[in-house]
């Protein structure tokens, strides 16, 4: 079998709460790319077969247990197998916090050095982008991460940083064009090689519906995320209770989730006496949420910051409600005013402003004409900028051009633009031989701070 062009790194895969990653991997294996995918940990007892087929797990490499990985790496070492920058980073290393990161590493790069594959992705600043960094600080492969949201808002203490990983990192992907400028603006050092690319959606499994039907209780608004404080479900609430108070105008609210707010939330409802107009319905399936989005009349998520500085950038489900021809009221927040633009694709009111987010609420709700034409604005958009096939072009062209993805002919006569970005690549390793960057000062300076602490 022809060898693979990338190695993919993530904590979890396939899970249910990152869909996301999924559509990208399989978008990258319809476009003829061979991603060698591992997962950290083990995800087979998620039921999974609720939401993914089964061949979506096949060929994915979950890494051992921890007393199993530490075993295997020790027989490798007696065996002089181990980079010696590997063995000594295990001695000096001890006890210090995120060990697991440096085992895991040395497995996933003896399989990388198997197949013979120098670049590694993973998704989010977290486990996985850590563990890529110990693969470029111990095997010399390269690597890149896609940022989300809380993994670069929130303040971590692991002795790998951001900061860390924006140095040493290839290339970096984030998911918005907020996130792009708030990265630039931290790291200008690194604003070369930062790009957007917008998470993917598959158009196919979200259906424009255009006659959206009403029953008796009015016309249906609908959100969908984890019952967590920055998905804003609150506010939602609040609003509801407004619109009853003032408005007067029939409507119902199903809120598909579940997490650890459930409870204050279900007292919030049974506070504002508002139990007949909004319900939290538990999780659903993708193809149980496509057909309540299918009769629904309006999406709505009023994300806000969280108290530490977390918080939504991108929330797919407002993407895959503009699909589905929704028109989508949420807050002007992080990567949120890319997809709903207000006036056009839906309404847009400030963060925490649960009176505003009722009053655009009713805009729509008494207006079918409106919902119709901002729904169909949003499809448009949603096919036009985060359709699958578009984002994961982008991002083949970003990592070839800053990876060290293999040369694939098959690949270049099947899209000539990567020529240019295989140029790139090669020009940039000519550079690093002509005017070394200094990386081993700066990993030796930032390890052994580390490791003496």
Known sequence: ????????????????????????????KRMGLRPLVFSIRDTSQEHLQEHFAPEWSEGVHVLPPRSELVEMVSAWKTEGKLPQKAVLTLRHWGERGDKNRIYEAIYIGMKMREFNVRHAHSHFAGIGARCCYWLNDLYGFSFSFTGHANDLFEPTDFPVQLQDLMAEAAAVVTVSDYTAGWLAERFPESRYKIQRVYNGIDMLSFPLVESKGEDASGPLVVSVGRLIEKKGFDDLIRSVARIRDVHNQPFRVLIIGDGPMREELESLIAELKCGENVKLVGSRNQSEIVEILGRATIFALPCVTEERGGKDNLPTVIMEAMATGLPCVSTRLAGVPEMVIHDSTGLLTDERSPEDFADALVTLLSNRALCYQMGMAGHERAARIFAKEITAKELVRHLVAYGKLRLDFGLLLKYPILGACYFVQWWRRLLRLLIPRGKGKFAGIQQERKVRG
């Open 1 to 28: 079998m022809p060898g693979y062009h990338l190695a993919y790194v993530f904590e979890r895969f396939p899970t249910f709460t990152q869909t996301f990653c999924v559509r990208e991997v399989n978008e990258l």
